[in-house]
Protein backbone atom coordinates (compact mmCIF):
# COMPACT_ATOMS: atom_id res chain seq x y z
CA UNK A 1 0.00 0.00 0.00
CA UNK A 2 1.29 3.76 -0.76
CA UNK A 3 2.98 5.20 1.84
CA UNK A 4 2.82 2.02 4.41
CA UNK A 5 6.12 1.03 4.47
CA UNK A 6 7.10 -2.35 6.47
CA UNK A 7 7.68 -0.72 10.31
CA UNK A 8 3.98 0.67 9.48
CA UNK A 9 2.45 -2.51 8.41
CA UNK A 10 3.81 -4.19 11.63
CA UNK A 11 2.59 -1.36 14.07
CA UNK A 12 -0.94 -2.32 12.29
CA UNK A 13 -1.06 -5.61 12.58
CA UNK A 14 -0.35 -5.56 16.12
CA UNK A 15 -2.89 -2.99 16.45
CA UNK A 16 -5.31 -4.94 15.40
CA UNK A 17 -4.52 -8.61 16.78
CA UNK A 18 -4.93 -6.78 19.81
CA UNK A 19 -8.81 -5.45 18.80
CA UNK A 20 -11.68 -7.22 19.11
CA UNK A 21 -13.13 -9.73 16.26
CA UNK A 22 -15.91 -7.31 15.15
CA UNK A 23 -13.54 -4.44 14.96
CA UNK A 24 -11.17 -6.58 12.82
CA UNK A 25 -14.84 -7.13 10.63
CA UNK A 26 -16.08 -3.57 10.44
CA UNK A 27 -12.88 -2.68 8.83
CA UNK A 28 -12.62 -5.76 6.35
CA UNK A 29 -15.68 -4.53 5.28
CA UNK A 30 -15.55 -1.01 5.18
CA UNK A 31 -12.38 -2.45 2.75
CA UNK A 32 -14.52 -4.07 0.63
CA UNK A 33 -17.47 -1.44 0.27
CA UNK A 34 -14.67 0.55 -1.45
CA UNK A 35 -13.84 -2.11 -3.51
CA UNK A 36 -18.07 -3.03 -4.58
CA UNK A 37 -19.20 1.04 -4.33
CA UNK A 38 -16.78 3.66 -4.86
CA UNK A 39 -16.76 3.48 -9.02
CA UNK A 40 -15.74 6.48 -11.45
CA UNK A 41 -18.50 9.02 -12.14
CA UNK A 42 -19.02 8.65 -15.83
CA UNK A 43 -19.91 12.52 -16.32
CA UNK A 44 -16.35 13.73 -14.57
CA UNK A 45 -14.14 10.91 -13.69
CA UNK A 46 -14.39 11.41 -9.86
CA UNK A 47 -14.65 8.83 -7.61
CA UNK A 48 -18.32 8.50 -6.20
CA UNK A 49 -20.81 6.06 -4.81
CA UNK A 50 -23.47 7.27 -6.99
CA UNK A 51 -23.17 8.01 -10.71
CA UNK A 52 -23.48 11.10 -11.64
CA UNK A 53 -21.33 11.96 -8.38
CA UNK A 54 -22.63 14.71 -6.22
CA UNK A 55 -20.69 17.17 -7.65
CA UNK A 56 -21.93 16.54 -11.72
CA UNK A 57 -26.07 16.91 -10.04
CA UNK A 58 -25.27 19.42 -7.76
CA UNK A 59 -27.62 22.62 -8.97
CA UNK A 60 -25.94 24.79 -7.04
CA UNK A 61 -22.81 24.63 -8.63
CA UNK A 62 -21.97 26.75 -11.42
CA UNK A 63 -22.42 25.09 -14.69
CA UNK A 64 -20.51 27.35 -16.50
CA UNK A 65 -17.61 27.12 -15.07
CA UNK A 66 -15.70 23.64 -15.81
CA UNK A 67 -11.67 22.53 -13.99
CA UNK A 68 -9.63 19.80 -15.84
CA UNK A 69 -8.12 18.09 -13.09
CA UNK A 70 -5.13 15.76 -13.75
CA UNK A 71 -6.25 13.25 -10.65
CA UNK A 72 -9.30 12.76 -8.63
CA UNK A 73 -7.31 13.20 -5.69
CA UNK A 74 -6.87 17.18 -6.83
CA UNK A 75 -10.46 17.90 -7.02
CA UNK A 76 -10.22 17.40 -2.89
CA UNK A 77 -7.62 19.67 -2.93
CA UNK A 78 -9.71 22.19 -4.88
CA UNK A 79 -12.56 21.87 -3.10
CA UNK A 80 -10.89 22.20 0.53
CA UNK A 81 -10.37 25.83 -0.70
CA UNK A 82 -14.23 26.14 -0.73
CA UNK A 83 -13.17 28.52 -3.81
CA UNK A 84 -14.57 26.56 -6.80
CA UNK A 85 -17.98 26.08 -7.17
CA UNK A 86 -17.92 25.05 -10.93
CA UNK A 87 -17.86 21.53 -12.33
CA UNK A 88 -14.81 19.28 -12.59
CA UNK A 89 -13.25 17.04 -15.08
CA UNK A 90 -10.53 14.32 -14.64
CA UNK A 91 -8.00 13.08 -17.00
CA UNK A 92 -6.73 10.56 -15.42
CA UNK A 93 -3.20 11.75 -15.76
CA UNK A 94 -0.61 13.89 -17.74
CA UNK A 95 0.31 13.70 -21.27
CA UNK A 96 3.98 11.47 -21.19
CA UNK A 97 4.64 9.87 -24.54
CA UNK A 98 7.63 8.64 -22.83
CA UNK A 99 6.10 6.75 -20.36
CA UNK A 100 3.46 5.43 -23.34
CA UNK A 101 -0.09 8.32 -22.07
CA UNK A 102 -0.72 9.97 -25.22
CA UNK A 103 -4.46 11.99 -25.61
CA UNK A 104 -5.77 8.56 -26.20
CA UNK A 105 -4.58 7.19 -23.04
CA UNK A 106 -6.75 9.89 -21.31
CA UNK A 107 -10.19 11.09 -21.17
CA UNK A 108 -9.50 14.01 -23.27
CA UNK A 109 -12.09 12.65 -25.87
CA UNK A 110 -14.33 12.81 -23.22
CA UNK A 111 -13.97 16.65 -22.35
CA UNK A 112 -13.96 17.95 -25.57
CA UNK A 113 -17.44 16.08 -26.45
CA UNK A 114 -18.17 17.28 -22.66
CA UNK A 115 -17.42 20.92 -23.85
CA UNK A 116 -19.47 20.66 -27.08
CA UNK A 117 -22.38 19.39 -25.09
CA UNK A 118 -22.49 21.17 -21.69
CA UNK A 119 -21.42 24.53 -23.39
CA UNK A 120 -19.54 26.15 -20.28
CA UNK A 121 -18.34 29.18 -21.10
CA UNK A 122 -14.97 29.15 -19.28
CA UNK A 123 -12.25 25.92 -19.36
CA UNK A 124 -10.12 26.23 -16.58
CA UNK A 125 -6.76 23.74 -16.53
CA UNK A 126 -5.61 22.99 -13.21
CA UNK A 127 -2.67 21.02 -13.71
CA UNK A 128 0.57 20.52 -11.91
CA UNK A 129 3.30 23.22 -12.92
CA UNK A 130 5.38 20.83 -14.49
CA UNK A 131 6.60 20.09 -17.69
CA UNK A 132 4.15 17.83 -18.45
CA UNK A 133 1.44 19.76 -16.28
CA UNK A 134 2.31 22.42 -19.02
CA UNK A 135 2.62 20.29 -22.00
CA UNK A 136 -0.71 18.90 -21.19
CA UNK A 137 -2.79 22.52 -20.42
CA UNK A 138 -1.19 24.11 -23.82
CA UNK A 139 -1.99 20.50 -25.81
CA UNK A 140 -6.02 21.08 -24.20
CA UNK A 141 -5.59 24.73 -24.85
CA UNK A 142 -4.86 24.14 -28.34
CA UNK A 143 -7.97 21.62 -28.80
CA UNK A 144 -10.52 23.45 -27.45
CA UNK A 145 -9.45 26.63 -28.55
CA UNK A 146 -11.70 26.49 -32.28
CA UNK A 147 -14.94 25.67 -30.04
CA UNK A 148 -14.79 29.09 -28.69
CA UNK A 149 -15.07 28.51 -25.38
CA UNK A 150 -12.05 30.65 -23.14
CA UNK A 151 -9.20 28.66 -21.80
CA UNK A 152 -7.40 29.88 -17.87
CA UNK A 153 -5.02 27.88 -16.16
CA UNK A 154 -3.82 28.33 -12.22
CA UNK A 155 -1.58 31.23 -12.19
CA UNK A 156 2.00 30.68 -10.59
CA UNK A 157 3.04 32.53 -7.39
CA UNK A 158 4.43 32.74 -4.73
CA UNK A 159 4.09 30.60 -1.39
CA UNK A 160 2.30 32.66 0.53
CA UNK A 161 3.88 33.69 4.21
CA UNK A 162 7.28 33.17 2.08
CA UNK A 163 10.16 35.31 1.65
CA UNK A 164 11.02 37.34 -1.10
CA UNK A 165 14.25 36.53 -0.42
CA UNK A 166 14.36 32.81 -0.70
CA UNK A 167 11.93 32.31 -3.04
CA UNK A 168 13.59 30.48 -6.11
CA UNK A 169 14.56 32.99 -9.45
CA UNK A 170 11.98 31.41 -11.49
CA UNK A 171 9.09 31.72 -9.32
CA UNK A 172 9.86 34.86 -8.68
CA UNK A 173 9.93 35.85 -12.41
CA UNK A 174 6.35 33.84 -12.87
CA UNK A 175 5.40 35.67 -10.36
CA UNK A 176 6.42 38.89 -12.03
CA UNK A 177 4.88 38.10 -15.82
CA UNK A 178 1.38 37.28 -13.28
CA UNK A 179 1.38 40.34 -11.68
CA UNK A 180 -2.30 41.84 -11.00
CA UNK A 181 -2.81 45.69 -10.10
CA UNK A 182 -3.84 46.57 -6.93
CA UNK A 183 -7.82 47.08 -6.83
CA UNK B 1 34.44 34.32 -4.26
CA UNK B 2 36.90 32.16 -1.80
CA UNK B 3 36.10 28.60 -0.29
CA UNK B 4 37.24 29.48 3.38
CA UNK B 5 35.80 26.44 5.14
CA UNK B 6 35.19 22.76 3.00
CA UNK B 7 33.45 19.81 5.97
CA UNK B 8 33.10 16.34 3.92
CA UNK B 9 31.64 13.32 5.53
CA UNK B 10 31.74 9.70 3.63
CA UNK B 11 32.68 11.04 0.61
CA UNK B 12 34.10 8.76 -1.68
CA UNK B 13 37.31 7.59 0.33
CA UNK B 14 36.98 10.98 2.65
CA UNK B 15 35.10 8.95 6.12
CA UNK B 16 35.79 12.46 7.97
CA UNK B 17 37.39 15.80 6.54
CA UNK B 18 37.49 19.32 8.12
CA UNK B 19 39.79 21.95 5.66
CA UNK B 20 40.47 25.41 5.85
CA UNK B 21 41.69 26.41 2.25
CA UNK B 22 43.67 29.36 1.37
CA UNK B 23 42.93 32.36 -0.69
CA UNK B 24 45.30 32.05 -3.83
CA UNK B 25 46.88 28.81 -5.27
CA UNK B 26 45.73 25.71 -3.03
CA UNK B 27 48.09 22.76 -4.41
CA UNK B 28 46.81 19.44 -3.73
CA UNK B 29 49.85 17.11 -4.12
CA UNK B 30 50.31 12.94 -3.69
CA UNK B 31 50.43 9.74 -5.00
CA UNK B 32 47.59 8.29 -7.21
CA UNK B 33 44.64 7.20 -5.33
CA UNK B 34 44.94 8.97 -2.42
CA UNK B 35 42.06 11.24 -2.77
CA UNK B 36 43.21 14.60 -4.46
CA UNK B 37 40.53 13.90 -6.92
CA UNK B 38 37.80 13.25 -5.04
CA UNK B 39 38.28 16.59 -2.78
CA UNK B 40 38.51 18.47 -6.12
CA UNK B 41 35.29 16.61 -6.89
CA UNK B 42 33.34 17.77 -3.94
CA UNK B 43 34.25 20.94 -4.27
CA UNK B 44 32.98 21.09 -7.84
CA UNK B 45 29.44 19.05 -6.28
CA UNK B 46 29.26 21.78 -3.26
CA UNK B 47 28.78 24.70 -5.76
CA UNK B 48 27.19 23.15 -9.04
CA UNK B 49 25.33 19.88 -7.39
CA UNK B 50 26.94 17.81 -10.04
CA UNK B 51 29.82 15.61 -10.20
CA UNK B 52 32.15 16.66 -13.22
CA UNK B 53 33.63 12.65 -12.87
CA UNK B 54 30.61 10.68 -13.13
CA UNK B 55 27.16 10.82 -13.86
CA UNK B 56 25.76 8.19 -11.29
CA UNK B 57 26.12 10.08 -8.18
CA UNK B 58 25.42 6.95 -6.23
CA UNK B 59 29.47 6.59 -6.41
CA UNK B 60 30.48 9.61 -4.75
CA UNK B 61 29.06 8.00 -1.29
CA UNK B 62 31.45 6.18 0.54
CA UNK B 63 30.50 2.60 0.05
CA UNK B 64 28.80 0.61 3.05
CA UNK B 65 27.21 4.32 3.94
CA UNK B 66 23.81 5.33 3.84
CA UNK B 67 24.48 9.12 2.78
CA UNK B 68 27.54 11.55 1.64
CA UNK B 69 27.53 15.28 2.84
CA UNK B 70 29.75 18.16 1.47
CA UNK B 71 29.11 21.86 3.95
CA UNK B 72 31.48 24.32 3.25
CA UNK B 73 31.72 28.17 3.69
CA UNK B 74 32.67 30.45 1.35
CA UNK B 75 33.45 34.25 0.94
CA UNK B 76 31.06 35.83 -1.74
CA UNK B 77 31.32 39.80 -1.84
CA UNK B 78 31.42 41.04 1.10
CA UNK B 79 29.37 38.30 3.03
CA UNK B 80 29.80 34.76 4.19
CA UNK B 81 27.40 32.33 2.75
CA UNK B 82 27.06 28.44 4.37
CA UNK B 83 26.47 25.95 1.62
CA UNK B 84 25.79 21.93 1.66
CA UNK B 85 24.54 19.46 -0.35
CA UNK B 86 24.06 15.95 0.71
CA UNK B 87 23.15 12.69 -1.26
CA UNK B 88 21.38 10.07 -0.28
CA UNK B 89 21.49 6.51 -1.22
CA UNK B 90 17.39 5.29 -1.83
CA UNK B 91 15.53 2.13 -2.84
CA UNK B 92 14.67 3.98 -6.45
CA UNK B 93 18.40 5.75 -6.49
CA UNK B 94 20.00 8.99 -4.92
CA UNK B 95 18.07 11.33 -3.51
CA UNK B 96 20.12 14.95 -2.95
CA UNK B 97 19.15 18.05 -0.80
CA UNK B 98 20.69 21.47 -0.97
CA UNK B 99 20.83 23.91 1.58
CA UNK B 100 21.81 27.89 1.43
CA UNK B 101 22.62 28.91 5.38
CA UNK B 102 20.46 26.37 6.76
CA UNK B 103 17.62 26.36 4.81
CA UNK B 104 16.78 23.49 2.55
CA UNK B 105 16.35 25.09 -0.80
CA UNK B 106 15.41 23.88 -4.55
CA UNK B 107 18.45 23.13 -7.00
CA UNK B 108 17.98 26.35 -9.33
CA UNK B 109 17.78 28.36 -6.15
CA UNK B 110 21.39 26.74 -4.77
CA UNK B 111 23.04 26.30 -8.34
CA UNK B 112 25.27 29.70 -8.91
CA UNK B 113 25.83 30.65 -5.43
CA UNK B 114 28.99 29.02 -5.56
CA UNK B 115 30.41 29.39 -9.25
CA UNK B 116 33.34 27.19 -9.96
CA UNK B 117 34.93 26.44 -13.86
CA UNK B 118 36.68 23.15 -13.41
CA UNK B 119 39.49 21.67 -15.92
CA UNK B 120 39.80 18.40 -15.97
CA UNK B 121 42.05 15.92 -18.34
CA UNK B 122 39.06 15.23 -20.58
CA UNK B 123 38.68 18.67 -21.70
CA UNK B 124 41.62 18.53 -23.75
CA UNK B 125 39.62 16.67 -26.18
CA UNK B 126 37.39 19.86 -25.79
CA UNK B 127 38.51 20.59 -29.61
CA UNK B 128 38.22 17.47 -31.59
CA UNK B 129 36.10 15.03 -29.71
CA UNK B 130 32.17 15.32 -29.70
CA UNK B 131 30.07 18.16 -29.98
CA UNK B 132 27.99 17.08 -26.57
CA UNK B 133 31.42 17.91 -24.32
CA UNK B 134 31.41 21.60 -25.99
CA UNK B 135 27.78 22.48 -25.17
CA UNK B 136 28.27 20.69 -21.83
CA UNK B 137 31.14 23.40 -21.20
CA UNK B 138 28.40 26.14 -22.73
CA UNK B 139 25.57 24.72 -20.71
CA UNK B 140 27.47 24.53 -17.03
CA UNK B 141 28.86 28.07 -17.11
CA UNK B 142 25.88 29.68 -18.77
CA UNK B 143 23.81 27.82 -15.70
CA UNK B 144 25.12 28.27 -13.16
CA UNK B 145 25.37 32.13 -14.25
CA UNK B 146 21.27 32.71 -14.86
CA UNK B 147 18.77 30.57 -13.01
CA UNK B 148 16.85 31.54 -16.24
CA UNK B 149 19.32 29.68 -18.18
CA UNK B 150 19.25 26.64 -16.23
CA UNK B 151 15.39 26.91 -15.67
CA UNK B 152 14.83 27.11 -19.76
CA UNK B 153 17.70 24.58 -20.32
CA UNK B 154 15.48 21.98 -18.23
CA UNK B 155 12.22 22.65 -19.19
CA UNK B 156 14.08 22.27 -23.00
CA UNK B 157 15.21 19.08 -22.14
CA UNK B 158 12.42 17.79 -20.78
CA UNK B 159 9.74 18.34 -23.70
CA UNK B 160 12.48 17.22 -26.17
CA UNK B 161 12.51 13.76 -24.38
CA UNK B 162 8.67 13.68 -24.59
CA UNK B 163 8.71 15.31 -28.39
CA UNK B 164 11.52 12.15 -29.17
CA UNK B 165 8.98 10.04 -27.61
CA UNK B 166 6.06 11.14 -29.99
CA UNK B 167 8.28 10.76 -33.35
CA UNK B 168 9.34 7.15 -32.49
CA UNK B 169 5.78 5.92 -32.36
CA UNK B 170 5.57 5.51 -28.36
CA UNK B 171 2.19 6.86 -28.60
CA UNK B 172 -0.02 7.69 -31.37
CA UNK B 173 0.80 10.15 -33.44
CA UNK B 174 -1.11 13.53 -32.93
CA UNK B 175 -0.29 16.90 -34.88
CA UNK B 176 -1.69 19.40 -32.03
CA UNK B 177 0.47 17.73 -29.52
CA UNK B 178 3.76 17.83 -32.05
CA UNK B 179 2.84 21.46 -32.25
CA UNK B 180 2.37 21.79 -28.20
CA UNK B 181 5.94 20.46 -27.64
CA UNK B 182 7.36 22.08 -30.64
CA UNK B 183 6.00 25.59 -29.39
CA UNK B 184 7.56 25.15 -25.81
CA UNK B 185 11.09 23.60 -27.54
CA UNK B 186 10.29 27.36 -29.57
CA UNK B 187 9.96 29.17 -26.30
CA UNK B 188 12.71 27.83 -24.32
CA UNK B 189 15.38 27.43 -27.13
CA UNK B 190 15.07 30.73 -28.21
CA UNK B 191 16.30 31.56 -24.98
CA UNK B 192 18.90 28.88 -24.76
CA UNK B 193 20.17 29.99 -28.54
CA UNK B 194 20.39 33.60 -27.60
CA UNK B 195 22.73 33.14 -24.04
CA UNK B 196 24.76 30.76 -26.29
CA UNK B 197 25.55 33.34 -28.82
CA UNK B 198 26.41 36.21 -26.58
CA UNK B 199 28.92 33.64 -24.41
CA UNK B 200 30.45 32.43 -27.27
CA UNK B 201 30.83 35.85 -28.74
CA UNK B 202 33.00 36.79 -24.95
CA UNK B 203 34.54 33.69 -24.88
CA UNK B 204 35.56 34.30 -28.85
CA UNK B 205 37.17 38.29 -27.88
CA UNK B 206 39.12 36.83 -24.66
CA UNK B 207 40.71 33.10 -25.59
CA UNK B 208 41.42 35.26 -28.86
CA UNK B 209 43.70 37.46 -26.83
CA UNK B 210 44.95 35.09 -24.33
CA UNK B 211 46.07 32.52 -27.46
CA UNK B 212 47.83 35.99 -29.22
CA UNK B 213 49.54 36.52 -25.73
CA UNK B 214 50.90 33.40 -25.59
CA UNK B 215 51.71 32.42 -29.39
CA UNK B 216 51.80 35.34 -31.13
CA UNK B 217 50.70 35.97 -34.67
CA UNK B 218 52.47 32.85 -35.66
CA UNK B 219 49.69 30.11 -36.09
CA UNK B 220 46.99 32.83 -36.82
CA UNK B 221 44.51 34.62 -35.08
CA UNK B 222 42.21 31.51 -32.38
CA UNK B 223 38.89 31.91 -33.29
CA UNK B 224 35.70 30.31 -31.43
CA UNK B 225 32.60 30.46 -33.26
CA UNK B 226 28.85 29.39 -32.29
CA UNK B 227 27.89 26.87 -34.95
CA UNK B 228 24.01 27.17 -33.95
CA UNK B 229 21.86 24.39 -35.40
CA UNK B 230 19.61 27.26 -35.82
CA UNK B 231 21.20 30.13 -37.37
CA UNK B 232 19.93 33.60 -37.69
CA UNK B 233 21.70 37.17 -39.11
CA UNK B 234 20.56 39.34 -35.64
CA UNK B 235 20.37 37.83 -32.64
CA UNK B 236 16.56 38.98 -31.69
CA UNK B 237 14.39 36.81 -29.88
CA UNK B 238 11.70 37.09 -32.92
CA UNK B 239 14.40 36.74 -35.64
CA UNK B 240 15.47 33.43 -33.38
CA UNK B 241 11.66 32.46 -32.78
CA UNK B 242 10.83 32.83 -36.49
CA UNK B 243 13.84 30.92 -37.87
CA UNK B 244 13.52 28.04 -35.76
CA UNK B 245 9.74 27.80 -36.54
CA UNK B 246 10.66 28.01 -40.31
CA UNK B 247 13.06 24.93 -39.89
CA UNK B 248 10.89 22.19 -37.84
CA UNK B 249 8.63 22.98 -40.95
CA UNK B 250 11.00 22.34 -43.54
CA UNK B 251 12.71 19.11 -41.40
CA UNK B 252 9.28 18.06 -40.52
CA UNK B 253 9.26 15.32 -42.43
CA UNK B 254 12.45 14.58 -41.60
CA UNK B 255 11.81 14.48 -38.39
CA UNK B 256 8.79 12.21 -38.34
CA UNK B 257 10.53 9.64 -40.72
CA UNK B 258 13.62 8.93 -38.35
CA UNK B 259 11.90 9.42 -35.22
CA UNK B 260 14.40 12.20 -34.43
CA UNK B 261 14.19 15.58 -33.02
CA UNK B 262 16.56 17.02 -35.70
CA UNK B 263 15.82 20.68 -35.42
CA UNK B 264 17.29 22.49 -32.19
CA UNK B 265 19.96 23.87 -29.49
CA UNK B 266 20.50 20.24 -28.62
CA UNK B 267 22.21 20.15 -32.22
CA UNK B 268 24.62 23.13 -31.40
CA UNK B 269 27.98 22.84 -31.47
CA UNK B 270 31.18 25.04 -30.63
CA UNK B 271 33.86 25.54 -33.28
CA UNK B 272 37.60 26.24 -32.87
CA UNK B 273 39.71 28.15 -35.85
CA UNK B 274 42.92 28.58 -36.30
CA UNK B 275 44.78 31.05 -38.99
CA UNK B 276 40.56 30.15 -40.49
CA UNK B 277 40.90 26.28 -40.87
CA UNK B 278 39.28 23.88 -38.68
CA UNK B 279 40.92 22.91 -35.71
CA UNK B 280 39.87 19.88 -35.25
CA UNK B 281 41.01 18.81 -38.87
CA UNK B 282 43.65 20.63 -39.51
CA UNK B 283 45.28 21.33 -36.14
CA UNK B 284 48.35 19.37 -34.34
CA UNK B 285 47.20 18.19 -30.85
CA UNK B 286 50.10 20.69 -29.51
CA UNK B 287 47.95 24.02 -31.03
CA UNK B 288 44.65 21.90 -30.47
CA UNK B 289 45.67 22.10 -26.82
CA UNK B 290 46.63 25.25 -26.49
CA UNK B 291 43.65 26.30 -27.83
CA UNK B 292 41.57 24.39 -24.71
CA UNK B 293 43.85 26.22 -22.29
CA UNK B 294 42.80 29.85 -24.14
CA UNK B 295 39.47 28.80 -23.93
CA UNK B 296 39.72 27.72 -20.45
CA UNK B 297 40.90 31.13 -19.27
CA UNK B 298 38.57 32.31 -21.06
CA UNK B 299 35.46 30.73 -19.47
CA UNK B 300 37.12 31.94 -16.66
CA UNK B 301 37.29 35.58 -17.23
CA UNK B 302 34.15 35.86 -18.70
CA UNK B 303 32.65 34.34 -15.92
CA UNK B 304 33.90 36.78 -13.29
CA UNK B 305 33.32 39.66 -15.39
CA UNK B 306 29.90 38.94 -16.13
CA UNK B 307 28.97 37.75 -12.51
CA UNK B 308 31.10 40.66 -11.05
CA UNK B 309 32.32 37.95 -9.07
CA UNK B 310 35.64 35.24 -9.66
CA UNK B 311 34.56 31.85 -9.69
CA UNK B 312 36.83 29.29 -7.55
CA UNK B 313 39.00 27.77 -10.33
CA UNK B 314 39.35 23.59 -10.38
CA UNK B 315 42.13 21.68 -11.41
CA UNK B 316 42.23 18.29 -11.71
CA UNK B 317 45.50 16.68 -12.89
CA UNK B 318 46.03 18.79 -16.16
CA UNK B 319 49.94 19.72 -15.76
CA UNK B 320 50.97 16.53 -16.64
CA UNK B 321 49.31 17.00 -19.52
CA UNK B 322 51.34 20.15 -20.63
CA UNK B 323 54.54 20.16 -21.95
CA UNK B 324 57.38 22.82 -19.95
CA UNK B 325 56.64 25.72 -21.69
CA UNK B 326 52.26 25.49 -21.22
CA UNK B 327 52.94 24.23 -18.44
CA UNK B 328 54.65 27.55 -16.80
CA UNK B 329 52.44 29.99 -18.75
CA UNK B 330 49.57 28.78 -17.36
CA UNK B 331 50.73 28.46 -13.88
CA UNK B 332 51.70 31.81 -14.15
CA UNK B 333 47.82 33.09 -14.91
CA UNK B 334 46.74 30.68 -12.43
CA UNK B 335 48.39 32.17 -9.69
CA UNK B 336 47.14 35.50 -9.61
CA UNK B 337 43.62 33.97 -9.35
CA UNK B 338 41.14 34.91 -6.21
CA UNK B 339 41.13 30.82 -5.54
CA UNK B 340 42.26 28.01 -7.09
CA UNK B 341 42.76 24.52 -6.18
CA UNK B 342 44.79 22.23 -8.40
CA UNK B 343 45.93 18.59 -7.91
CA UNK B 344 49.37 17.47 -9.17
CA UNK B 345 51.44 13.95 -8.42
CA UNK B 346 54.80 16.17 -8.87
CA UNK B 347 55.82 19.60 -7.38
CA UNK B 348 54.35 22.95 -8.31
CA UNK B 349 56.34 25.98 -8.62
CA UNK B 350 54.29 28.72 -6.99
CA UNK B 351 55.82 30.68 -3.78
CA UNK B 352 52.86 32.12 -2.99
CA UNK B 353 51.03 28.49 -3.26
CA UNK B 354 49.71 26.67 -0.31
CA UNK B 355 50.63 22.92 -0.56
CA UNK B 356 48.84 20.22 1.14
CA UNK B 357 50.24 16.74 0.82
CA UNK B 358 47.31 14.04 0.79
CA UNK B 359 47.73 10.67 1.76
CA UNK B 360 44.91 8.40 2.27
CA UNK B 361 42.38 10.38 2.28
CA UNK B 362 44.68 12.89 5.00
CA UNK B 363 45.33 16.18 4.51
CA UNK B 364 48.68 17.39 5.88
CA UNK B 365 49.84 21.63 5.19
CA UNK B 366 53.20 21.07 3.51
CA UNK B 367 53.79 25.13 3.65
ZN1 LIG C 1 -19.20 13.63 -11.68
Redesign the interface.
Known amino acids: MPTVGPKTAARLVFYLLNRPRAEAEALAEAILAVKDRVRLCSRCFSLTEEDPCALCTDVRRDATLMCVVAEAKDIFALERTSAYHGRYHVLGGL????D??????LRVKELIERIASERPSEVIVATNPN??G??TA??LS??IAPSGVSVTRLAYGLPIGGDLD?A???TL?KALEGRRTLQ | MILTRLSLSNVRNYAALEFAPAPGLNVLAGANAQGKSNLLEAIALLGTGKSFRTARESEVVTSGMPTAAIAGDAQVGAGMIRLSCTIALGATGTRKRYAVNGRNVRYATYLGKLRVVTFVPAHLQLVAGPPSLRRSLINTALAQESAGYYAALAAYGKHLVQKSALLRGVVESDDALLATYNERLIETGTRLILARRAFVAALDERARAVHQGWVGDADGTLELLYASNVPVEVPTEDAVAAAFTARLRTQRDSESQRGVCLVGPHRDDLEFRLGGRALAAFGSQGQQRTAVLALKVAEYGTLEARGGEAPILLLDDVLSELDRDRQRAFLHGVASVEQAFITTTGDVDVPSAATYRIVAAQLEAAG
Open positions: ISPMGIGPAQAEEALYRLYDEIA
